[in-house]
Nanobody
């Protein structure tokens, strides 16, 4: 059974940084299994938005809104994917989710419905 657990959210002031973690179980992210893990966010009253994705063979995909301030990385020993959030703005306030799918990222960033499994989310609040 695939499980994803996010952590690292919190409250920060504008301009600050956070690193979110997505710990995966039920598959190996060391290249022996081909999986992709993406990061998404959903602000109140808005649709879920795809941000970045990384596959277990190291390929990445970024949404335009994530380029420049957000970075995705993985620790394949820990089976964990990270989302580094820099230069945070109040409009980045949202619940951040990670999700996985079998295979590479494909269009998962553009189409969150392509994900197979989701974590429970972690709240990020940015104050001005």
């Amino acid at each position: 059974e695939v499980q994803l657990v996010e952590s690292g959210g919190g409250s920060v002031q504008a301009g600050g940084s956070l690193r979110l973690s997505c710990a995966a179980s039920g598959f190996r992210f060391d290249g022996s299994d081909l999986y992709a893990i993406g990061w998404f966010r959903q602000a109140p009253g808005k649709e879920r938005e795809g941000l970045l994705c990384i596959s277990s063979d190291g390929k990445t995909d970024y949404a335009d809104s994530a380029k420049g301030r957000f970075t995705i990385s993985s620790d394949n020993v820990k089976n964990t994917v990270y989302l580094q959030l820099n230069s945070l703005k109040p409009e980045d306030t949202a619940v951040y989710y990670c999700a996985s799918r079998v295979g590479r990222c494909g269009v998962m960033v553009q189409m969150p419905g392509m994900a197979d499994n989701w974590g429970q989310g972690t709240q990020v609040t940015v104050s001005s």
